[in-house]
Structure formats: structure tokens, C-alpha cells
T-cell receptor
């Protein structure tokens, strides 16, 4: 039973490039959440998606960031025109249902901006 | 927004019990108390959650104060593998989890 899979594990981009982070939820899970973690800090919620719908994007920066969870395939977090401040670990989590159910996390993508 | 307060760090000896405290004095009646832990270079791992009653699972126990303004995560026998940052989180809305700085647990052999 595969867990939440994120790729790539490490991603290096130059300022101004685009970064695409992928997340495949656990089998049978249709709810996906993205979090960002800066060094030595806790995780910050970004966005919550349920197949083809964005449910809550209150933690997502208004510009340059977008997320999708298509009917087929992984969820994608896209960061356009990256800046140094985007350097962080990005974690994806999934759950079978919404509500106060446990979320299962992947091991994250570490994004470094040169 | 209801917040949690945890000690920055704690130490324990291997094979001894560990009690990790969490204060949440502004908790609302519908907030669930969740605990996650994060090992270095890994994503958070669910530990346990509860609403009002104490909870036990194979990993830990959760003791919730009668007024729900505090809770304690109990690891019955700490191992070196339990060294991690432990996060106490209130589920304020159905799906949004707010992680604080957590408690860094060090386990000494």
C-alpha cells in the first residue's frame, strides 16, 4: 500500500523559472493538501483540493502560485517566476475524506532557488 | 484563532515514559486535538487525535484535561526512533491544520 508520493524530492531552479511539484495521494484518497515549511519553522497550510476542485486556498500567495488536482493524474503545485524566498520544503498530504480525519504526508520536495 | 503552546524542547531517557504537554486555553467546543511528529528530512507522521475523552493507540496515549484547555501526549516507552519534533494542532475548521513550532524531543540512550 503505497503512501503519498512526491516528486521530485529535490528541485533546483534559477530565479524567474517555473517550478512544478507533483503529488500522488494514497490509493483511495481524493483529498489533497499542500503545505510549505521554511527552515526551522512549522508547516504552513497553503491549499486544499478535492478532485478537480479547489476547496480552500486561503494559505496560497495570490500571485505566481497555483494548484490543481485533475480527474486523472497527480496533484500539481506550480510556482511561476520563482524568487529566492520560495526556497522551502513543500509537503503534500492526503486523506480519504474531509473533516478531522488524519492526513498522510509525503516526504516533501525541497525547492532551492539559485 | 485558537492556538497551542508547547515547550521548545524536552529530553528523555530511552525506555522511559515521556509526557509532552500542550496548552490550548482558547480551544472551541468543536476543535479536535491532533498530534503529529516529524523526523528529520521526512514529512509529518500522524500520531493520535481526540476530542474530549482520552485516547490510546499503538503509538501513544492522549490525555485531555476535563476543561480541554490542555492535553498531554504520552509515549509509554521512548526509543531512539521517537526523537522528533512533536506538533500539537487544533483542527479549527474541517481541513485546515495550523502547525506551530512544536516540541523537539531528544531521546538519550
Amino acid at each position: 500500500n503505497a503512501g503519498v508520493m512526491q516528486n521530485p524530492r529535490h528541485l533546483v531552479r534559477r530565479r524567474g523559472q517555473e517550478a512544478r511539484l507533483r503529488c500522488s495521494p494514497m490509493k483511495g484518497h481524493s483529498h489533497v493538501y499542500w503545505y510549505r515549511q521554511l527552515p526551522e519553522e512549522g508547516l504552513k497550510f497553503m491549499v486544499y483540493l478535492q478532485k478537480e476542485n479547489i476547496i480552500d486556498e486561503s494559505g496560497m500567495p495570490k500571485e505566481r502560485f497555483s494548484a490543481e488536482f485533475p480527474k486523472e493524474g497527480p496533484s500539481i503545485l506550480r510556482i511561476q517566476q520563482v524568487v529566492r524566498g520560495d526556497s522551502a520544503a513543500y509537503f503534500c498530504a492526503s486523506s480519504q475524506t474531509g473533516g478531522p480525519q488524519p492526513q498522510h504526508f509525503g516526504d516533501g520536495t525541497r525547492l532551492s532557488i539559485l | 484563532d485558537a492556538k497551542t503552546t508547547q515547550p521548545n524542547s524536552m529530553e528523555s531517557n530511552e525506555e522511559e515514559p515521556v509526557h509532552l504537554p500542550c496548552n490550548h486555553s482558547t480551544i472551541s467546543g468543536t476543535d479536535y486535538i491532533h498530534w503529529y511528529r516529524q523526523l528529520p528530512s521526512q514529512g509529518p507522521e500522524y500520531v493520535i487525535h481526540g476530542l474530549t475523552s482520552n485516547v490510546n493507540n499503538r503509538m501513544a496515549s492522549l490525555a485531555i484535561a476535563e476543561d480541554r484547555k490542555s492535553s498531554t501526549l504520552i509515549l509509554h516507552r521512548a526509543t531512539l526512533r521517537d526523537a522528533a519534533v512533536y506538533y500539537c494542532i487544533l483542527r479549527e475548521r474541517n481541513n485546515d491544520m495550523r502547525f506551530g513550532a512544536g516540541t523537539r524531543l531528544t531521546v538519550k540512550p
